[in-house]
């Protein structure tokens, strides 16, 4: 098996596999979809054309040309084809997202909506679940995987039916279900920058009722992207390693039940910080080297040692059953983060700036759903959500000149807890022939609380603040027309709102918080099957009302987030897939966007180098939004030859 990896990461390491282990296709619709989710075709072609894609981005199974939302949806075994091994490198092949690499975690900008925040605290704008779990923080959703089922990019805010912090849309990661029929998949590989790889997946069944699967994947990065040029090592190192398994088991064909646990460890969670070439650093000296080598003078990577490393591990408890009066899910999980950012910010040789933040997040989550019956005249869903998520810094170290004549620095407690609850509906019906309505509403409550202080321990000072606390009670919606022009072209117009809670800035002692921003979303969108499914074609246009969007800036040493802006977005948004013949099979699509803040009065101007002069405010209105690209794209291509050893793939993207 052959992969390939293009993209404009930096320090893009190039693999090839060069052992497949028993290696068992699984392409294409296997079966009938469960109730935990539909199964998502690969690019294969059928003998009639393009295999049919199901969906579960309204919660349920459903063809996903008929789902009135712009969805993009990669499978696992295309995923593996475009040698795409990593959350942040969807953006590889999703036009308009861009996972960008902020601090200790991923940072997704969806259609240029998105956020840089990274404290613990500070939930994803694009929100990302695994398996129904809510990830709810950044320095958690960068993640390998190898037990992919498909990845569905839902675009646009998803107020209703995710709600939580989905202005922006959902990344929604559906892993393999457990076969009763024993099968064993693996690769070693081994890429630039000295970078060897390996990935294991089995599965098989212990009795009729009970499956099993494990999937462990290791990536070892032994050779830096650049140069310390001060110490004489290797900037920008990685290595992880994960584990996940999956039971599920069938007492009944009217019930499922699925648990699931995982753990991963991330080593050189964060690139390590420069200042551009030829811009004077803070003791005067012009910084040098290539474009990844870094003149400071810690080195944020060590193996073994508490610095950039991060450590999740979780567990779900699903339970589909099937009864007269519909479909009930239960899911219930528990996610845990762990680790430590160490960053020198100041990226030169001289101790001016250092932060050692460890990081801290642990969350439950609780959801019902009722969902109707699949030959109901009126297709509806309910549900409840329930979060309580605690994230913190703790025994921080600020040190450095900038903090003054302090050997040790000083050390910002801060601790966010948040308990939110959710209740929402959903439903379509039919308002005359083949035209149908999709109506959902969201209420949701929440309660944020705030613990902070600063110690100082070469003074033996400790410094607490009064605790802070804030409530948000919100209501999101969705409405949306689609029609179906002939059983292969189907159009809908929509309009949704959806909310990004607020917080507080957990390295501010005594932060006064920041409200939740908004997003009001209208969108037309087009989605056609055509010459007998050999092509199928989607496209939608959208304009974003974006309010209150929180921006995060450092103007004194200090994290400070306010909701100082509102912008608009448009744009539009194209996706393509044709069966030129029944072995080449071509796929992409585009983004067209175009944006401009509206109102932004106060926003932070850094200069290049500290030395150039101060910080200062300007107004940044009729600017355009930040990660907000004038055009994004993709183009794959997969053939494929048949031959009876197996089957051959050459893929290109």
Not at 536 to 555: E, G, L, T
């Amino acid at each position: 098996m052959m992969r390939n990896l293009a993209g404009s990461l930096p320090g893009a390491v190039t693999r090839v596999a060069f052992a497949s282990l028993l290696y068992l296709p699984w392409v294409g619709v296997l079966a009938a979809p469960s109730p935990q989710d539909g199964v998502a075709s690969s690019s294969q072609p059928s003998a009639g054309g393009l295999d049919e894609i199901v969906v579960t981005a309204q919660r349920k199974a459903e063809r996903l040309q008929e789902v009135p939302i712009a969805v993009n949806v990669i499978s696992g075994e295309s995923l593996s084809a475009m040698g795409t091994v990593e959350t942040r490198q969807l953006g590889i092949a999703v036009p308009a997202l861009d996972i960008g690499f902020q601090g200790s975690g991923g940072a997704p900008y969806l259609r240029g909506v998105g956020s840089n925040a990274t404290n613990p605290n500070d939930e994803p704008s694009v929100a990302m679940y695994v398996d129904g779990i809510y990830f709810a923080a950044p320095f958690v959703n960068l993640m390998g995987f190898n037990n992919i089922e498909r990845i569905e990019v839902l675009k646009g805010p998803q107020g209703t039916l995710f709600g939580r912090n989905a202005t922006g849309g959902v990344i929604q990661i559906i892993t393999r279900d457990p076969q009763q029929e024993p099968s064993v998949e693996g690769s070693v590989g081994y890429a630039n920058y000295d970078t060897t790889s390996a990935s294991l997946y089995a599965t098989g069944g212990f009795t009729n009722w009970l499956a099993a699967d494990i999937a462990v994947q290791y990536d070892n990065q032994d050779e830096g992207w650049g140069d310390n040029l001060v110490l004489g090592t290797d900037a920008n190192l990685a290595k992880s390693y994960s584990v996940r398994t999956k039971l599920l088991f069938t007492p009944s064909e009217d019930t499922q039940i699925r648990l699931a646990g995982d753990y991963a460890d991330r080593d050189g969670i964060a690139v390590e910080y420069r200042l551009p070439k030829g811009v004077r650093g803070a003791d005067g000296v012009v910084t040098p080297g290539g474009h990844y080598d870094t003149p400071t003078n810690i080195q944020i990577y060590n193996y073994g040692e508490n610095r950039n490393i991060v450590y999740a591990r979780g567990g779900s408890l699903r339970i589909d059953h099937r009864m007269g009066l519909g479909q009930f899910v239960s899911i219930s999980g528990y996610r845990k983060g762990t680790g430590a950012l160490n960053v020198d910010t100041d990226g030169v040789a001289t101790q001016v700036t250092e932060a050692f933040l460890p990081l801290f997040l642990e969350s439950l989550s609780q959801e019902f759903q009722l969902i109707a019956p699949d030959d109901s005249r009126v297709q509806w869903l309910v549900g409840a959500f329930l979060f309580d998520n605690t994230a913190k810094y703790e025994d921080t170290v600020i040190a450095g000149s900038d903090i003054g004549p302090l050997p040790n620095g000083v050390s910002p407690y801060g601790k966010q807890r948040t308990k939110s609850g959710s209740l929402y509906a959903q439903a379509t019906f039919p308002v005359w022939t083949d035209t149908k309505l999709t109506t959902g509403l969201r209420y949701t409550k929440e309660k944020q609380k705030f613990y902070s202080s600063l110690t100082i321990p070469d003074l033996g000072a400790f410094i607490p603040s009064p605790k802070a606390e804030q409530d948000m009670e919100e209501p999101t919606w969705r409405v949306a027309l689609d029609h179906a022009f002939t059983p292969e072209i189907h159009g809908y117009v929509s309009y949704n709102r959806g909310i990004k809670s607020g917080g507080f800035d957990l390295l501010t002692a005594g932060s006064q918080g920041y409200d939740p921003e908004i997003l009001d979303a209208y969108e037309v969108g087009l989605k056609s099957e055509l010459f007998g499914r050999r092509l199928r074609f989607n496209a939608s246009v959208f304009y974003y009302d974006y309010q209150d969007i929180q921006v995060q800036a450092i103007p004194q040493f200090t994290i400070e987030t306010t909701n100082a802006a509102k912008a608009h977005i448009q744009g539009i948004d194209v996706d393509f897939q044709a069966a030129v013949t029944d072995a080449l099979t071509l796929s992409g699509g585009f983004a067209v966007l175009d944006s401009e803040y509206d109102s932004y009065g106060d926003a932070v101007s850094f200069p290049a180098s500290r030395l150039d002069g101060p910080t200062t405010r300007f107004d940044a209105s009729g600017n355009e939004t930040v990660h907000t690209p004038k055009f994004t794209g993709s183009l794959a291509a997969d053939y494929r030859i048949r031959a009876a050893v197996g089957e051959f793939v050459l893929a290109a993207n």
